[in-house]
């Protein structure tokens, strides 16, 4: 977002010096009013990734799919959902913990490694359930991993909250795989 706004605020001063020699192209302010309009975009889309989800356990399917689109229309890249009708999550709090693990894997994924391509998956494996954000930008370097910033931090927080473990690892294609395993809980006896 600030790279577009910093490309205005430099196409604004670049038309001021203009309109002091004679009219202004209008195309050019047109140019301007969508670069605007995409930096308005990323500071809704990032505003509303600041407030709480409000999403019924059940509905993290729902919401990752939602979410999928979002980023897709707001940073002009892919993003694609694919989630098991079988990954099943009744804890409130763990579907909120992994709603943010994608959410800010998502966010690494466009901001540091300025990927083209994002696929959330959220589907069981044996008696687990996956979410899993993979993206083709740059990749994750081994130091940043050591040196973990603060959201990879949060991820890896949220994650040991609910039971689970984090995985970061570059693709062996390019790009990153972020992984949060969490173990199904266990179904309650039946009880005569």
Known sequence: ???????????????????????????????????INRALDQARAMASGLNPVELAAQDLGSALAELARTVQATFSLRCECQCSDAATITDQTAAQHLYRIAQEAIHNAVKHAKAQTIRIQFQTQGDCILLAVQDDGVGILPARLRGAGMGLENMKARAEVIGGSLEIAPR????????????????QPIQD
């Open 1 to 35: 977002m600030s790279q577009f706004l910093t490309g205005a605020k430099f196409k604004i001063a670049l038309l001021q010096r203009k309109a002091t020699k004679g009219p202004v192209n209008p195309a050019e302010l047109g140019i301007l009013e969508q670069e």
């Open 172 to 187: 062996p294609e390019g790009g990153t795989t972020v992984t949060c395993t969490v173990p199904r809980p266990l179904e």
